[in-house]
């Protein structure tokens, strides 16, 4: 009879990895991103247990989108109240908020659940090169 092997929660044995979005398309660098997140480049990938990686994201004002997405592309945010939804395009979300825009193509990629919320906790996202996570040795990421 054979056994069904569980894998076992990383715990510390999580790495940082470091991307650089510099010249990356928005859709493919948050597919990788969100990989990493779940585990998926583990050989013991399980979808139900939360065994990803750390991601650190550097200079996310340099993501590139394709086509006409900076004009045409929109975010939007409403406030609860009547009148309160707020229109934005592309090209001013990565000029006011770049971190955003890689964070809600990061959660766009993710299944909805209370595993995902989990996962995007161990997003950081910076709009420069410089990074506060020297201490924690991250790997250059290889995508």
Request: hydrophobic share 35%; aromatic share 8%.
């Amino acid at each position: 009879m054979q056994k069904t092997f569980i894998p076992k929660n990383p715990g510390d044995a999580r790495s940082w990895q470091l991307v650089d979005a510099t010249d990356k398309p928005l859709g493919r660098l948050a597919v990788n991103i969100a990989n990493v997140l779940r585990g998926k480049n583990r050989p013991t990938f399980d979808p139900s247990i939360d065994q990803g990686d750390f991601v650190i994201v550097v200079n996310a004002e340099k993501v590139k989108l394709t086509g006409r997405k900076l004009e045409q592309k929109e975010y939007q945010r409403y406030s609860g109240y009547r009148g309160g939804l707020k229109r934005f395009t592309a090209a001013t979300m990565i000029e006011q908020h770049p971190d955003r825009v890689i964070l809600e193509a990061v959660w766009g990629m993710l299944p909805k659940n209370n595993l995902s919320r989990k996962l995007m906790t161990r997003v950081r996202v910076y709009r420069g090169a410089e990074h506060p996570h020297a201490a924690q040795k991250p790997i250059e990421a290889s995508f």
